[in-house]
DNA sequence: TCGCATGATTTGCG
DNA sequence: CGCAAATCATGCGA
């Protein structure tokens, strides 16, 4: 026979007490000798406590605290507690790794939300936008500055709700801890079971965790969205800037291929990024291929226009600059026809 | 509103 | 990777 048995035993033998016995000092002392009664008459009184008065309650308490088989009941009631809460959420115990939040946490350490301070958050942030982008050298940079600044101010929130969260729920912790504990001492408390309401409060929580790192990741696709938008958007290049590539197209017609260097004095001439002169240079050389009448009047004029300033500079110039001289293999050039066909 | 112009993106090749 | 070619999507004038 174990201890519980035992006490099972002395729990059902409560029925044998009169009303009369409970709460008599002397009947207690009386039954002292009888482990059964006795621990059926201090559960009698710890249910009557709610009967009596805060200090005739808080003197029981004392009393009960300082009873000598206190510690054997109070581990054995703590051990039928246990047992009866295994059995009804024992199964909801473990605590496997939510597959959601693990998702989300990737997810923000891929966008450079959570993770390192700085450096590699923004070395995230520029590879996730260069993987937005995806075509290859596409260095938008104001967007880009833009698109950087406004994810780190999603981090700066992210970050300090965060730690909000992390506080409350380790104050919050800490005080069910300590009331427990204190509870503890006249309830049937054990550390297990602390443990376990820790558990409780600390899945809460995560449950809270998860709703801000759900809204960071949707705000952070919303911003990317946008990104992408804006750069998806068209947007016509200025009268000076096309001037400005036309320019060198038509007078390198033979050769339209800018090196890396004049396209990047392009680039800053016209106020517009290299991929956008080379992509400018890409939509030209096939469309002017694909219809040379069509931009017969357009190299005419530019062709004029260049030989102009190259003759205001030196006479010698104009010819080499002609986009007729210099036409080894390369694309057609305009005939200087006024109706414009070739 | 329609159709063309045009900048950006995608696809495929060498 | 740079390019050609095709395609997408928007800007803009008639």
């Not at 790794?97 to 700085?118: C, F, H, T, W, Y």
Request: charged share 25%.
């Amino acid at each position: 026979m174990d201890d519980q048995t035992r006490m099972l035993a002395g729990l059902a033998g409560l029925g044998g007490l009169s009303q009369g016995d409970i709460g008599d000092p002397d009947s207690v002392r009386k039954q002292l000798g009888q482990p059964q009664q006795d621990i059926g008459d201090i559960l009698q009184q710890i249910m009557a406590i709610t009967d009596e008065s805060l200090d005739e309650a808080q003197a029981r308490k004392h009393a009960l605290n300082c009873h000598r088989m206190k510690p054997a009941l109070f581990s054995v009631l703590c051990e039928i507690k246990e047992k009866t809460v295994l059995s009804i959420r024992g199964i909801q115990d473990e605590d496997p790794p939510d597959p959601q939040i693990m998702r989300l946490d990737n997810m923000l350490l891929a966008e450079g939300v959570s993770g390192p301070e700085k450096g590699g958050g923004s070395a995230a942030a520029a590879a996730a936008a260069a993987a937005a982008g995806g075509s290859p050298g596409a260095d938008g940079g104001i967007e880009h500055s833009d698109y950087r600044a406004k994810l780190a101010q999603i981090r700066q929130i992210y970050h300090s709700e965060l730690e909000k969260y992390e506080q409350a729920c380790s104050e919050f912790t800490n005080h069910v801890m300590n009331l427990l504990r204190e509870q503890s001492r006249t309830r049937p408390i054990s550390p297990k079971e602390i443990e376990r309401m820790v558990a409780i409060i600390h899945r809460k929580f995560s449950s809270i965790q998860m709703q801000l790192k759900q809204s960071t990741c949707e705000a952070v696709m919303i911003l990317r969205s946008r990104f992408l938008d804006a750069r998806r958007k068209r947007r016509n290049f200025n009268k000076q800037a096309t001037e400005v590539l036309n320019e060198y197209f038509y007078s390198h017609l033979s050769n339209p291929y800018p090196s890396e260097e004049a396209k990047e004095e392009l680039a800053k001439k016209c106020a517009i990024t290299v991929s956008q002169v080379s992509n400018w240079f890409g939509n030209k050389r096939i469309r002017y291929k694909k219809n040379i009448g069509k931009f017969q009047e357009e190299a005419n004029l530019y062709a004029v226009k260049t030989a102009v300033d190259a003759a205001s500079v030196s006479a010698q110039a104009s010819q080499a600059n002609s986009p007729a001289t210099p036409n080894s293999g390369g694309y057609p050039a305009p005939c200087y026809t006024p109706d414009g066909r070739l």
